[in-house]
């Protein structure tokens, strides 16, 4: 009896230790693929990013007349600053940015968590600063 008891007790302690498991990754994978918050780099063409909980971008949608794809950079799955500096670089060079278009670039963030969305446009606008430095710098 006490062996069958002690059997048991285990059986609840593992079922218990992957149901937990399974749950805390189900959760985390809920988080990546839900949208969270949208980004829109607002230039000459707009330029749309849906971002999930983690600041990775979900979806990349531009709003132009001229049908300026940005399918090639492959922008999905990256961190928003690093696909926002590919952005800005690719707009560079095609010819879509001004040469004084560091005070033209506008970020604008909308989501549920109304903190984590200034946070996440103050260290937007600095990373793009230093970027934007680093890109007329090279020049």
Known sequence: ???????????????????SIF?????????YIIPSS??????SPSVRYTVNYYNRVLEVNTDNEDRLTLDYLKLTHKDITD??????????DS????????EDIIISVSGKDEDKA???????N????????KYEDKK
């Open 23 to 31: 749950g805390i990754s189900a959760y985390g994978g809920y988080l």
């Open 38 to 43: 949208y980004v829109t780099l607002n230039s």
């Open 1 to 19: 009896m006490k062996k069958l008891f002690i059997f048991l007790v285990r059986l609840l302690c593992y079922t218990v230790f992957f149901i």
């Open 95 to 102: 010819g879509n940015l001004p040469e004084n278009a560091d």
């Open 126 to 133: 600095h990373e793009i600063r230093i970027s934007y430095s």
């Open 118 to 124: 200034n946070l996440l446009i103050e260290k937007l």
């Open 83 to 92: 696909a926002i500096e590919l952005t800005i670089k690719e707009l560079k």
